[in-house]
Nanobody, 124 residues
Framework: QVQLVESGGGLVQAGGSLRLSCAAS????????MGWFRQAPGKDREYVAD????????NYADSVKGRFTISRDNAKNTVYLQMNSLRPEDTAVYYC?????????????????WGQGTQVTVSL
């Protein structure tokens, strides 16, 4: 079983940047495909991005494509989400998730383990 802990959230002005980290423990992260999801108040959990087990394949939601970058450092057991050109509509709790397979995808029910989330707030 893997434990996931997100960090790096905070308050930022529109147009600014944040980098989220997801640190894994309890198991080697390279065993898992990884994803980032987010949930705004009153809304369903939304897919943001995912990255394959080896890091070669990445996918993004249309709403973040060109602004966010997912990456991983398996040696550090950490996955990252670099978020640039942030908008108020990006405000949400961001969660990382691990899927025991080569490719994660956009369906949250595929993921086996979740972190507790980190709040991102983007102000005007």
């Amino acid at each position: 079983q893997v434990q996931l802990v997100e960090s790096g959230g905070g308050l930022v002005q529109a147009g600014g940047s944040l980098r989220l980290s997801c640190a894994a423990s309890g198991h080697t992260l390279s065993t898992y495909a990884m994803g980032w999801f987010r949930q705004a108040p009153g809304k369903d959990r939304e897919y943001v991005a995912d990255i394959s087990r080896g890091g070669a394949v990445t996918n993004y939601a249309d709403s973040v494509k060109g602004r966010f970058t997912i990456s991983r450092d398996n040696a550090k057991n950490t996955v990252y989400l670099q978020m640039n050109s942030l908008r108020p509509e990006d405000t949400a709790v961001y969660y990382c998730a691990a899927e025991l397979g080569a490719y994660g995808g956009s369906v949250f029910s595929r993921y086996d383990y979740w972190g507790q989330g980190t709040q991102v707030t983007v102000s005007l």
